[in-house]
């Protein structure tokens, strides 16, 4: 009974993953296709820790113009893996309606997508499991 109070637990906590990664995604693409390409410049990097003690990823903190205010912002879907180098320029790709959350054109989503369905699959075996064992 336990074991199904985790399963449970698990299949409802993928599911909101999910969720907020297809609107994430979604969110991405409607950026992606009418948002403004920009040229920023790399200021700061965003550390992040990896699952190592001894790794971690950096994310590029940009700075760039949109008419004729400057913003900055961490490109939110940088993999962290292969920053570019400080004071270097990048294109990324902005909503007005959004300024302040950049998107590095050429990257996608997709692993993200793919990890949370097949995270999804696994909840939904761990529950069947759970139950053929009542």
Do not use: C
């Not at 699952?51 to 205010?69: C, N, Q, S």
């Not at 912002?73 to 294109?91: C, D, I, M, R, Y």
């Amino acid at each position: 009974m336990l074991f199904l109070g985790v399963a449970l637990f698990v299949l409802v906590m993928t599911v909101r993953m999910v969720k907020y990664v297809l609107d994430l995604n979604a969110d991405f693409r409607r950026v992606r296709r009418e948002g403004v390409r920009l040229q920023a410049e790399v200021v700061d990097y965003d550390k992040r820790t990896g699952d190592r003690a001894d790794e971690f990823h950096l994310r590029p903190i940009v700075r760039y113009h949109l008419g004729d205010r400057a913003y900055q912002g961490t490109v939110s879907n940088a993999s962290g893996s292969n920053p570019p180098p400080l004071g270097s320029f990048t294109t990324v790709v902005v909503s007005p309606k959004t300024p302040y959350v950049p998107y590095d054109p050429y990257l996608g989503i997709g692993g993200a997508v793919v990890f949370a369905f097949a995270a999804l699959a696994a909840a939904v075996g761990m529950l069947s499991w759970a139950v053929a064992r009542l």
